[in-house]
């Protein structure tokens, strides 16, 4: 199966690069070096993967990624940058990226992500497709899996893409601690080891949207010592 990722990436030598090993994997690429022009073919047009790198000319890798996510499109991004900070990382991974590499990378590391990521859809998408049922509901919080839109007593919220997986993720396991870690490997997905503070900050927003004390939550719920859980008596 032919997967299409776009390439966002103002170096020609590193998008050059990269579109040869992809071509190796049976995927059709599409570059572009300009962030304005590459934001405009991904929300034209139907992609598999992104591959965006974060300083780009025109919009940058943050803004692009923060206006797709907008505009509700979940395509998996993967980002790139060459900046080491860990801010840098974490921001990415907060507005809605899937994935990041630091540059330089390996084009073996690269292709491992890129695989990573196309199982994850797969397996979304399979999960999707045995569930007959597309919304969860729970006193007065209603999730949409299909359209992934989500009410707290009949009033839709604006949640980021991850906000919303990690919401969707305890809804369909009710009562079942997961630690940080476990959250970061199942819906962020490998290679965010030592980022739970990530966890945290999307556990903490969520809260604030979706309780009506979020100092005193009553559907996420902290187990000390461990880490989180929905509340399996809504």
């Not at 921001?91 to 292709?111: H, M, N, Q």
Request: charged share 30%; glycine share 6%.
């Amino acid at each position: 199966m032919t997967r299409k990722i776009l390439v966002v990436e103002d170096n020609p030598e590193i998008a050059d690069l990269l579109a040869m090993h992809l071509k190796d994997i049976d995927c059709e690429i599409s570059v572009f070096h300009d962030g304005l022009e590459g934001f405009k073919q991904a929300q034209n047009n139907k992609f598999d993967l992104i591959i965006l790198d974060l300083m780009l000319p025109g919009m940058d890798g943050i803004e692009i990624c923060q206006k797709l996510r907008g505009k509700e499109n979940y395509t998996p991004i993967l980002m790139l940058t060459a900046r080491s900070s860990e801010l840098d990382r974490v921001l990415g991974l907060e507005v809605g990226a899937d994935d990041y590499l630091t540059k330089p990378f390996s084009i073996r590391e690269l292709i491992a992500r890129v695989k990573a990521l196309f199982r994850r859809i797969e397996t979304f998408g399979s999960t999707q497709t045995e569930k007959a049922e597309t919304n969860l509901v729970f006193e007065n919080l209603e999730i949409n899996t299909e359209k992934r839109t989500v009410k707290v007593n009949d009033k839709q919220l604006d949640l980021t893409a991850k906000e919303f997986d990690l919401l969707v993720h305890f809804a369909e396991n009710p009562g079942r601690v997961y630690s940080r870690s476990q959250l970061l490997d199942q819906v962020w997905g490998y290679g965010h080891e030592g980022y739970e503070h990530t966890v945290n900050s999307h556990i903490n927003r969520l809260r604030n949207k979706i309780e009506a004390n979020p100092a005193k939550p009553n559907t996420i719920l902290t187990v000390w010592g461990v880490g989180y859980k929905f509340n399996p008596e809504l």
